[in-house]
């Protein structure tokens, strides 16, 4: 069973960070591309960061430069590196597997002093 498990957000201050995790079980990782996501109330979820297969990453233009997708493919392990956090970025982030449709259950980081 293909399963995705999000974790590490929480409250943090402007320009702050956080490193979320995606811990992935019933599939390899490094067989599939991986995205994250995020979304706020009332709003439709918004696609943040991707990477695929061969490693090659992009990122929402207002990402850019402060957040970093990466993988632990021994791990199987999949992270979102949050620099210089800005309120706006506050949200329910998931990781998602596109083939086949899966989300993890999603993690809230919140962003404000």
């Known amino acids: 069973e293909v399963q995705l498990q999000a974790s590490g957000g929480g409250l943090v201050q402007p320009g702050g960070s956080l490193r979320l995790s995606c811990a992935a079980s019933?599939?390899?990782?490094?067989?599939?591309?991986m995205n994250w996501y995020r979304q706020v109330p009332e709003k439709a979820r918004e696609w943040v960061a991707l990477?695929?297969?061969?490693?090659?990453?992009n990122y929402i233009d207002s990402v850019k430069g402060r957040f970093t997708i990466s993988r632990d493919d021994a791990k199987n392990m999949l992270y979102l590196q949050m620099n210089s956090l800005k309120p706006e970025d506050t949200g329910v982030y998931y990781c998602?597997?596109?083939?086949?449709?899966?989300w993890g259950q999603g993690t809230q980081v919140t962003v404000s002093s």
């Open positions: 998602y597997r596109p083939i086949g449709a899966y």
């Open positions: 019933g599939f390899s990782l490094s067989s599939y591309g």
């Open positions: 990477i695929t297969v061969s490693g090659i990453t």
